[in-house]
């Protein structure tokens, strides 16, 4: 590993959930080399990340916080650090992302979990999203809550009619 992280697998959100809702990362750099890091993520409309790429200095550490915005998060969020020993440091750094291999970069990727009192949207919007998305949900709907009714209806007129 180039680049040791604090937490290893997951960033933590406590609440309240609002605007001053942040989790941090520590980034080391265990090495002699000067390391050069980026923060990708799969809802980056989410989350403020400051800093999203920088240097490390050898032996040196990072703090890099993450604010959550307008206190909405998901618990399927992921973030990404991309790390990779710095072929110059003078360059600009989107400019030295574009040049390095993607062989050899180390990939580390982090996990979110909220903790705490969490608003009822949360946890309904985000059990109803496989159901919305699926053509079937009516009939679904039918099926879960409207046939079980059915048989038991046709049941008690069989057994109602029987004697």
Known sequence: QILLLDPP???IFHAPFNEKCFSYLELTNPTPYTICYKV?????????VKPKMGLLLPYSQQIVQFKLKDGKGDKFDKFKILSAISPNCSKDLTQLWEEI?????MQSK?????????????????????L????SYW?????????????????SFLLFFSN
Do not use: C, H
């Open 132 to 135: 919305v998305r699926r053509r």
């Open 101 to 105: 291999d993607e062989t050899e970069m």
């Open 9 to 11: 697998e997951e960033l």
């Open 139 to 155: 009939f679904d709907i039918v099926t879960i809550y409207f046939l079980p009714l059915l048989a038991y209806f046709v049941v």
């Open 40 to 48: 990708k993520a799969t809802a980056t409309y989410r989350y403020f």
């Open 110 to 130: 982090l996990t979110t979990n909220f903790i705490g009192e969490w608003k009822l949207q949360q946890d309904t919007v985000s059990s109803l999203k496989p």
